[in-house]
C-alpha cells in the first residue's frame, strides 16, 4: 500500500501536477484518496523526503520540493525500476553513460597515478575475463562491470566508487542499457589491454584518454565527435609543435 501511494504521489510531483512549493494533502485526504490507512501515508511521505522530493513539517503541510535542486541519484533509481516511470528527462540513459564515461575517465588517471600493484594486476586480471568471455556479449557485460569496478576502486576516491555503484545498479538506466548498444566498447578487447597497460606503466594521461574512448565509443554522436575534434586538435597541435 505505501509502495502505490508512494509511486503515484511521486509521478504527480515528477509530472508538474504538484509544483514546487505547493502544499500536498494532508495525510488524511491522502489515505482517502487511496484508500488506505494513514501509516502507509506516513511511510510513502518519509521515503518522498529521502529522495528530495517534499520537506515533511510535524504537524504543519508538507510543501513539494523542486526535484532539480533537491534530489540525488536515488530517484533515478526510484524512477528506472517501475516500467513506465521515468524521470521527466528525454535523455536520462544518455546522461548516465556520459557521467560514466567522466567517472571512469579519472578514475583511470588516479588508479594510473596512485594505484597499488595488487590494483593494477586485479586490472589486467579482469580485461583478462573479458577477453575470455567474447564474444557473448551479455558475459562481456558482466565482465566490464567488474573490469571498471577494479578500476574505480584502484582510483581511491570514495565519492567516486558509490556513484559507480549507484550507475551500473540494475535499477538505474546504465544497468537497463543493453549490451548490444555497447558493442563497441565491449568488443574492444585490445583497447581494454591498452588501458590496463597504461594504468600499469603509471601514464595517468594515457590512461584517462583511453578510458574515454572506450566509454564514449557507444555514445551519440555528438559527444563522440566532440572527443574526437578534441583529440585531433590536440594531435594537430602537437604535429605543429
Given at each position: ?39 502507509a501515508v ?119 566508487l558509490l ?50 574512448a572506450l ?27
Amino acid at each position: 500500500m505505501s509502495d502505490h501511494v508512494f509511486a503515484q504521489v511521486r509521478d504527480a510531483i515528477l509530472s508538474g501536477a504538484y509544483l514546487p512549493d505547493a502544499s500536498l494533502p494532508s495525510e488524511r485526504e491522502l489515505a482517502a484518496t487511496f484508500e488506505v490507512n494513514r501509516h502507509a501515508v506516513r511511510e510513502a511521505l518519509r521515503r518522498l523526503q529521502q529522495l528530495g522530493l517534499v520537506k515533511v513539517s510535524q504537524g504543519g503541510a508538507t510543501r513539494v520540493l523542486d526535484w532539480r535542486l533537491h534530489a540525488g541519484l536515488d530517484l533515478a533509481m526510484s524512477t528506472a525500476i517501475s516500467a513506465g516511470d521515468a524521470l521527466p528527462v528525454g535523455t536520462l540513459v544518455r546522461d548516465m553513460m556520459e557521467m560514466r564515461a567522466c567517472i571512469g575517465a579519472d578514475s583511470a588517471r588516479l588508479c594510473a597515478l596512485r594505484g597499488t600493484a595488487a590494483a593494477k594486476e586485479q586490472i589486467a586480471a579482469r580485461v583478462d575475463d573479458l577477453a575470455a568471455a567474447a564474444p557473448d556479449l551479455d558475459r562481456m557485460g558482466e565482465a566490464n562491470v567488474a573490469l571498471w569496478r577494479a578500476v574505480v576502486t584502484g582510483s581511491g576516491n570514495t565519492a567516486y566508487l558509490l556513484a559507480f555503484n549507484s550507475l551500473v545498479s540494475g535499477a538505474l538506466a546504465v544497468g537497463h542499457v543493453p549490451p548490444r548498444l555497447r558493442t563497441a566498447e565491449l568488443l574492444d578487447v585490445a583497447g581494454h589491454r591498452l588501458l590496463s597497460d597504461h594504468i600499469a606503466g603509471g601514464a595517468g594521461d594515457l590512461a584517462e584518454a583511453q578510458a574515454r574512448a572506450l566509454l564514449t565509443a557507444s555514445l551519440p554522436a555528438p559527444l563522440s565527435a566532440r572527443t574526437g575534434s578534441s583529440a585531433a586538435r590536440k594531435d594537430s597541435s602537437t604535429t605543429r609543435s
